[in-house]
T-cell receptor, first 113, second 117 residues
Framework: GNSVTQMEGPVTLSEEAFLTINCTYT??????LFWYVQYPGEGLQLLLK?????DKGSNKGFEATYRKETTSFHLEKGSVQVSDSAVYFC????????????FGKGMKLTVNP | GAVVSQHPSRVICKSGTSVKIECRSL??????MFWYRQFPKKSLMLMAT?????????EQGVEKDKFLINHASLTLSTLTVTSAHPEDSSFYIC?????????????FGQGTRLTVV
């Protein structure tokens, strides 16, 4: 079945450090890929998405590229801020939309000033 | 974006009692809502798909009689954990899609931390 494997934390970085969170997936067909973020005390929010190979999703300085050849969707940000402290989830949907999302385990990021 | 509100955020109950968790879409009508469960250090796992006006669709391995889902209106779905036991302690999260966004994004509630003692 479909699955998502992502880096497990927790991870602590200093402000302005470079961030990479690895995410790889196993799926049949052509899934859509997502990164969700959960800030403390809040629900999950969509951070970015990509619906086909080579698409790049971007938002709030974060980027991720849909790599079909490596079945990956790594999340990157060049310079993190304290406000980026949150839990990040990689997810896929096998129906082209956001039905039946399959999630990774999530990774908690803490950014210190 | 659209708002999904989940209540309560935390609940502690005794073994054998039932607990109801509410999930509301505040500014849109959701014909479909999803219920997830998250165990410590594990992925969110889809439990069931809640369909307004009809029976929920449960994922394999999820007990229908244990986790009762009601989606009586376009803005409210409830999950009732019946005869709760300590192994039901977990983090439960609901989500809904906003038809106005073309179903390209799911909006999530804040989650409910259930502790059964």
């Amino acid at each position: 079945g479909n699955s998502v494997t992502q880096m497990e934390g927790p991870v602590t970085l200093s402000e302005e450090a470079f961030l990479t969170i690895n995410c790889t997936y196993t799926a049949t067909g052509y899934p859509s890929l997502f990164w969700y973020v959960q800030y403390p005390g809040e629900g999950l929010q969509l951070l970015l998405k990509a619906t086909k190979a080579d698409d790049k999703g971007s938002n709030k300085g974060f980027e991720a590229t849909y790599r079909k050849e490596t079945t990956s969707f790594h999340l990157e940000k060049g310079s993190v801020q304290v406000s980026d402290s949150a839990v990040y989830f990689c997810a896929l949907s096998d129906q082209g939309g956001s039905e039946k999302l399959v999630f990774g385990k999530g990774m908690k990021l803490t950014v210190n000033p | 974006g659209a708002v999904v509100s989940q209540h309560p955020s935390r609940v502690i109950c005794k073994s054998g009692t039932s607990v109801k968790i509410e999930c509301r879409s505040l500014d849109f009508q959701a014909t479909t809502m999803f219920w997830y469960r998250q165990f410590p250090k594990k992925s969110l796992m889809l439990m069931a798909t809640s369909n307004e006006g009809s029976k929920a669709t449960y994922e394999q391995g999820v007990e229908k009689d244990k986790f009762l889902i009601n989606h009586a209106s376009l803005t409210l779905s409830t999950l009732t954990v019946t005869s709760a036991h300590p192994e039901d302690s977990s983090f439960y999260i609901c989500s809904a899609r906003d038809p106005g966004t073309g179903h390209t994004e799911a909006f999530f509630g804040q989650g409910t931390r259930l502790t059964v003692v």
